[in-house]
């Protein structure tokens, strides 16, 4: 007999110890008895000498080497560093329901290279010829491909892709979202076919258990995913990419472990000596960072696929030129539909207006939990009108009368993605009366199939405006987009947080890169009100290094990543006082360690979110400091608060 540690998904603690008959080795599936439930559990760890008293003994082993060792060094590696318990890893690492015995589902017999392909510019042929020597060293390496919007990164990752599969390697790919990246995807099953395996958001959790079986199997080469495709266990593995990898939504906010995708994939790559290549036109500041400290090896494409001209940008200064859509802006989108080509309008913020207010007594609607403007948005398809709290998801009729001073004409403040949608639609349709403005924002995205109708209408020339949030700033190719408007600029730079222009670089940067990718050429006018400021100055000119050069300086200054790490302790609860007293206690605790800056704990900036208020702590420490000395803030249970740990936050407030 052998003592083994074993980790069960879902369950708030690290790990039990069990009896287990020798044959059981790291990695295995086992079924463990736990209180009166039996689980699946993993061995993460197994002893031969140590004494432990009145344990039980494992039930069955289920099978030997579910999960190869390097995962399980992976799966320990994030508990460890993202601060959370080794069960809610599994959760997110293995499916909910175990096959005890599964089958191979599919004979493969597809043709390796289905489209030839394209021949590379000097900038990708030397990118691909030094990720290939990487490769073929069979070592580890992380590749940084800082690549301009149009630079043809996807051709990099497809002829990397060729030279694995031709030895018998798998490929992982990471990619933000599935039906945002169209492009990418097709581009892989147009060269890979069957070999290809894409996991949808929207499988269930059968089919998603289905997939990870066939995957582990072997029977894909290809794997495209999003975040929690890292997971995966790929048998062969040698490279892994991850696309876009500024993208936020690689980060989880959600749920422990609030991990980075890229970052795992990184240590993943490390620890199973394989090779990682990152992908972006607007890298994030770290990521850059560690290029030019030589941790990432960088390749800049900076040159467009056949010498396409990056757009000419201009910036329409709203202090000068007034209007939701200002007059320069409404006469170039009427010059482009006149030519019948097509538009993108971008504006981060959803409904019509964010604000309802009184013109005689000044009330402004707001939610009542938080305390914030309630948006209002107008009635479309099935659902009504509302007045609904963006933060908490507070939902109310619209009204119509001032309860102050019961006037009953109220303004509508501001502009939302439904406003912009009206005036856009009237300026194309006095061009043609038959022009049609389609918007993408998350009111439509989440009927499901929506966002794919959208994008499609807009494919096939249904449409001359697309119009929506940051979902339109993504990695799309729509060949007749020759004018992309940014309606403001502004939004995401008076956040109350160290990578608001970073924010705001990243989100003009990748919109403008819509523009001018067909025959024609592209503009791109930014509406703003700072004209000045570094970010947007430096999207204005698409010059990424001049905007890193700018921002690392106040990085270091303020010591901000990458100059220092973070971590977000957020308190949450009904009550308020008992937030408050739980924030200083752990606070107070915190406070006898050297090497760890404190700062609050503070209200958030949503501090009452429906019934629950919010108080956080941000902790900055050395990006040398040993934080999983913090674990034992795990263990911390207090009655009615929860505490959220968040290591490398994507935002602070
Ligand atoms: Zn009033
Ligand atoms: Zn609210």
């Known amino acids: 007999m052998v003592k083994i540690d074993v980790a069960i998904p879902k369950t708030r603690f690290d790990m039990l110890t069990y009896d287990a008959p020798d044959t059981v080795g790291v990695g295995d599936l086992v079924q463990v008895p736990l209180r009166d439930a039996e689980k699946y559990g993993i061995v993460i760890r197994t002893y031969s000498s140590r004494k432990v008293k009145h344990i039980k003994k494992i039930h069955d082993i289920i099978e030997h080497q579910f999960l190869p060792s390097p995962l399980i060094q ?17 959760r997110l690492a293995i499916p909910q329901k175990i096959l005890r015995r599964h089958e191979p589902t599919l004979q493969r017999a597809e043709p390796l290279v289905v489209r030839e392909p394209l021949i590379p510019n000097p900038a ?95 029977e894909y080469d290809v794997i495209i995913g999003p975040r929690s495709a890292v997971f995966i266990p790929v048998p062969g593995l040698e490279l892994v990419i991850v696309d876009e990898e500024h993208d936020h939504s690689y980060k989880e906010h959600e749920r422990a472990p609030r991990y980075h995708a890229r970052d795992v994939a990184v240590m993943r790559a490390r620890l199973e000596n394989i090779v990682a290549v990152l992908g972006s036109a607007t890298p ?67 409904g019509f207006a964010p604000h309802l207010m009184c013109p005689s007594c000044g009330f402004v609607a707001k939610c009542p939990y938080c305390g914030l403007p309630l948006v209002y948005h107008k009635p479309e398809q099935k659902r009504r009108a509302s007045l609904s709290c963006h933060i908490c998801k507070y939902k109310r009729e619209k009204i119509s009368i001032c309860p102050q001073c019961s ?135 698409q010059d990424y290094p001049k905007f890193y050069a700018e921002e690392v300086p106040v990085r270091r200054e303020l010591r901000f990543p990458p100059f220092s790490r973070l971590i977000l302790l957020r308190i949450k609860g009904t009550n308020e006082d008992s937030v408050w007293r739980e924030a200083r206690s752990i606070a107070a605790k915190l406070r006898p360690l050297s090497g760890v800056q404190i700062f609050g704990p503070n209200r958030s900036l ?48």
């Open 284 to 350: 994030q500041i770290e990521s850059y960072h560690n290029a030019m400290a030589g941790k990432y090896r960088l390749h800049t494409l900076d040159q467009r696929i056949d010498a396409k001209a990056l757009p000419g940008i201009q910036m329409i200064d709203l202090r000068k030129e007034k209007g939701y859509l200002s007059p320069r802006l409404e006469r170039s989108i009427q010059e482009v539909v006149e030519r019948n080509e097509q538009v993108i309008l971008f504006l981060n913020r959803r």
């Open 124 to 218: 990708q042929a030397a990118a691909i010829q030094d990720i290939q020597a990487a490769l073929k060293q069979r070592t580890y390496g992380t590749f940084l491909l800082y690549g301009i919007t149009g630079s043809g990164k996807t051709e990099v990752y497809l002829q990397c892709t060729d030279n694995v599969l031709a030895r018998g390697g798998r490929v992982l790919v990471l990619v933000p979202e599935i039906s945002m990246t169209p492009l990418l995807f097709d581009r892989f099953k147009e060269r890979f076919s069957g070999r290809v395996i894409t996991i949808h958001s929207s499988l269930n959790q059968t089919q998603r258990r289905n997939v990870w079986y066939a995957i582990k199997r072997g």
């Open 74 to 90: 992976l799966y320990s590696w994030i508990a460890d560093y993202y601060l959370a318990h080794m069960g809610e890893v599994l």
């Open 407 to 541: 006037r009953t004409t109220l303004l509508y403040r501001g502009a939302g993605t439904q406003r912009i949608e009206e005036i856009a639609t009237r300026i194309v349709q006095r061009v043609n009366p038959t022009a049609a403005v389609v918007r993408l924002d998350r009111d439509i995205a989440r009927k499901k199939g929506r966002t794919e109708t959208v994008l499609s209408a807009f494919q096939q020339g249904e449409a001359c405006v697309l119009l929506g949030t940051q979902l339109v700033t993504k990695g799309f190719h729509f060949p007749g987009v020759t004018l992309v408007g940014v309606v403001n600029a502004d939004l995401m730079l008076h956040l109350p947080d160290f990578r608001s222009s970073e924010r705001t670089f990243q989100l003009i940067t990748q919109v403008a890169g819509r523009s001018g990718r067909g025959e024609r050429p592209g503009t791109v006018l930014i509406q703003t009100y700072h004209p000045d400021q570094y970010a947007i100055m430096c999207s204005q000119l």
């Open 606 to 653: 949503y501090y009452r979110v429906r019934k629950y208020h919010r108080v956080f702590i941000l902790l900055k420490v050395a990006r040398t400091y040993r934080h999983s000395r913090l674990r034992f803030l795990l263990s911390h249970r207090a009655k009615g608060c929860a505490l959220e740990i968040d290591v490398d936050p994507l935002e602070t407030f």
